[in-house]
């Protein structure tokens, strides 16, 4: 059955573990085909069935989230930063209104009732709310929660006589809470800084001139207008006017391209000075900055090994310390005859430590963090798996040309044979090769200089890894590698260069061959020093080309291994040996250029993309996207992934290790519920602020 997708705002959501839970139940439903909810980002995206009504779903949603986290809601435009901060004024009133009441408690003799009142009317005011919360859950079957966990250690600190132990946990809580809130909606904010490049409108042109519409409204062929200043809304191809154009949002590179007419420019650039005229070529939906910001958003979807443990874990993990608390209230005084309020205490001191809000909120938002780092530096990563998965690689396989070369090839020289002439065998290669889009096809239409005449050629076939056939002039003409040649018979010279060689033959005789060469990339060399530095010292090249210009290439940038005179197959069965080779020492990764190695990309553990901007065929079979031609940034790619990682991992131990040591300590009467606060909202605060450090990764650069 179709579906139709839909994405919603929330306001409101503080609280992963709700989030947790709002998806769960809203999978469930019946009409959803699939649910997902961005706590990072604060939106829920959709599928629905076709025959269902998206009203009636949307309402059903809403009765969810505010059963789930009252306060919570779906709303048509993101809250803005104004709105948040007059929501967060409110809150600290009310909780100012409870401080002065708290303080008026401890002023008051001990013992007395307006003492007792004015404590729990502080109470009431902190944790009104996490108390309702928690009788809603009851009600509707969900008890283990960190509501839960809280309103029972405060009410059993009353019925101890802890009044002020009681009141203060919801205050510190609800404290702490704030800033955790705050912190998080920081990290929100500059994760969609980061996705800031979607455009607001387009000036189409009419006859009375141009007119501001939704770019979804704008169709390829239409002319529109780009101002200095304004972000370029949609793909298109310069009709008028030469400017230069800021693609850092894009490609995270600081120096601006200057654009002319007839140059390909992309949606999400800023125009920095003159005025543009294009013609677009891609439909809104299809666009790059499209692309990219569906690619950003989703990636929260895919959840690293880590993440998915950790939810697991969570899940777990409550009740079986609720069963425990209950346990240290009841077993110790029923074997030692010790007080039973004693042993309450501590059972009270022990939930609240329990509370796995630290380990939910900072591992999803360690990861988010390192794809946005990774989106600011031009590097697109589908999901926290892969960027998880990368920090453990040791292995890397190369493509060559325009991976680790430029792909642009210079004719250097041409050696015809005997009863032939240089400028008939560049004639011949010319017309054969007119209709490929091979660079060693544009390199010699470059070198030719002219635009051969199509009445002259015909029966133009592509031979996928060897070449192409065609008739010219009468004649058929073969123009491609020595395998082209030897499947048809022809002996081509042995005296090949260093460089690569085109082979061309006419009526199956050999007429002699093209020299050229392709121009390694300036970083390629100091990236794969740094990679090696990195630990990634299996290096391996993949390529079609002759053996001896793979050495060449491999032995200047340092490469270990190299496989040569490989078809796009037999790339794909090379990999498969060293990823089996390779098994339980880290995920292979393979690097290409993204538009022949489609097949190798998706093959490999991880598949990079270089030089993707634009490119429909890597984006979609890449799991990384480098959106320009920099080797070097598969450096960063590597280095923001371990610095993900490595927070990641702290967040964890930092987390599990002061629970289990405040754990431990509760049940031996050395932690009181004040302690027991910081080891629960102050780990979780600490938690988010370390996961934000990731976020900040790569500005130094920019």
Partial sequence: METTRHEWTLT???????????????????????????????????????????????????????????????????????????????????YIAGLVIFIAAIILPGGSWPETLLFVTAWLIFGGQ???????????????????????????????????????VMLFYQVGEMFQEYALDKSRRSIRRLLDIKPEYANIMTESGPVKVSPANVR????????????????????????????????????????????????GSINQSGVLTLEVTKSYENSTVSRILELVQNASGRKAVTERFITRFAAKYT????????????????????????????ALVFLVISCPCALVISIPLGFFGGIGAASRQGILVKGGNYLEALARTETMVFDKTGTLTTGVFQVTGIVPRPGFTGQEILHYAACAES??????????????GDNPDPARMDDHAEIPGKGVRARVD????????????????IAADEGASAGTSLYVAVDGVYAGRIDMEDTIKPDAASALESLQAMGIHDTVLLTGDVRE????????????????????????????????????????????????????????????????????????????????????KLCDAVSIARKTRRIVFQNIVLALGVK???????????????????????????????????????????
């Fill in 12 to 94: 409101g959501l503080g609280c992963a573990n709700c989030a947790r839970k709002i998806e769960a139940e809203v999978r469930k439903m019946e009409g959803v085909a699939s649910a997902r909810l961005d706590f990072a980002n604060s939106k829920i995206y959709l599928e629905l069935d076709s025959d269902q009504d998206a009203d009636g779903i949307r309402e059903r949603v809403k009765t969810i989230i505010s059963g789930i986290e009252p306060g919570c809601c779906i709303n048509d435009t993101e809250a803005s930063e104004s709105d948040d901060r007059m929501h967060f004024r409110k809150r600290i009133a009310i």
């Fill in 130 to 168: 996490v108390i309702a919360k928690s009788f809603r859950n009851i009600l509707k079957g969900r008890v283990f929660d960190e509501n839960f966990l809280m309103t029972i250690a405060t009410i059993g600190a009353f019925i101890l006589g802890e009044y002020a132990e009681g009141a203060s």
């Fill in 220 to 267: 390829p062929g239409d002319r529109i207008m780009v101002l200095p200043g304004e972000r370029i809304p949609l793909d298109g191809r310069v009709l008028e006017g030469h400017s230069s154009v800021d693609t850092s949002p894009l490609t995270g590179e600081s120096l601006p391209r200057d654009v002319q007419a007839g140059d390909e420019v992309l949606s």
């Fill in 319 to 346: 009740p079986a310390v609720v069963g425990l608390a209950a346990m240290l209230a009841i077993l110790p005084p029923l074997i030692t005859s010790t007080p039973f309020s004693q042993w309450a205490y501590r």
């Fill in 435 to 448: 209709y490929s889009t091979h660079p060693l096809a544009r390199s010699v239409l470059e070198r030719y």
């Fill in 474 to 489: 009468g004649k058929q003409v073969l123009c491609g590698n020595r395998k082209l040649m030897g499947d048809y018979g």
């Fill in 549 to 632: 210009t793979a050495n060449e290439v491999a032995g200047r940038l340092g490469i270990g291994r190299v496989h040569s005179q490989l078809l796009p197959q037999d790339k794909v069965t090379v990999l498969e040996s060293i990823i089996e080779e390779k098994k339980g020492s880290g995920p292979v990764v393979f690097v290409g250029d993204g538009i022949n190695d489609a097949a190798v990309i998706s093959r490999a553990d991880i598949g990079i993309a270089m030089g993707g901007i634009g490119s429909d065929a890597a984006i979609e079979a890449a799991d990384i996207v480098i959106m320009n031609d920099e080797v070097g």
């Fill in 660 to 702: 289990i040591l405040f754990l431990i300590m509760a049940t031996g009467g050395l932690a009181t519920l004040w302690e027991a606060v910081f080891a629960d909202v102050g780990v979780a605060l600490l938690a988010v602020l370390n996961a934000m450090r990731v976020i900040k990764t790569g500005r130094s650069r920019r």
